[in-house]
């Protein structure tokens, strides 16, 4: 089992950076990947970004891609997520999720999120414009 605490979430006006953390306990060390989802009102969950757990190997979004940075400390058991040039629509709870469960391939990062087999209890971001 792996248990997932999600910090930094809070409401910043638009143009403005966040920083995010996961901090993982339990059974960290079998976990393959970690990552982020969102979910605004009204809307689906949404992949947001996820790094490989062993090698330095990440994917995102198209949302995120240019704005946000994924990065892992594993050492800390924690996961980061560097937002910046925020906007009203990244206005959402913000999820850490991580998988144990064996990647396809080696180099494969989980993108949905039926992939992954752990979540965090979210942390809102509240982007005002």
């Known amino acids: 089992q792996v248990q997932l605490v999600e910090f930094g979430g809070g409401l910043v006006q638009a143009g403005a950076s966040l920083r995010l953390s996961c901090a993982a306990s339990?059974?960290?060390?079998?976990?393959?990947?970690m990552g982020w989802f969102r979910q605004a009102p009204g809307k689906v969950r949404e992949f947001v970004a996820a790094?490989?757990?062993?090698?330095?190997?990440?994917f995102y979004a198209d949302s995120a891609k240019g704005r946000f940075t994924i990065s892992r400390d594993n050492a800390k058991n924690t996961v980061y997520l560097e937002m910046s040039s925020l906007k009203s629509e990244d206005t959402a709870v913000y999820y850490c999720?991580?998988?144990?469960?064996?990647?396809?391939?080696?180099?494969?990062?989980?993108?949905?999120?039926?992939?992954?087999?752990?979540w965090g209890q979210g942390t809102q971001v509240t982007v005002s414009s």
């Open positions: 339990g059974d960290t060390f079998s976990t393959r990947a």
């Open positions: 999720v991580a998988r144990s469960t064996p990647l396809l391939t080696d180099y494969y990062i989980p993108r949905t999120a039926t992939e992954y087999d752990y």
């Open positions: 790094i490989h757990s062993k090698i330095y190997v990440t």
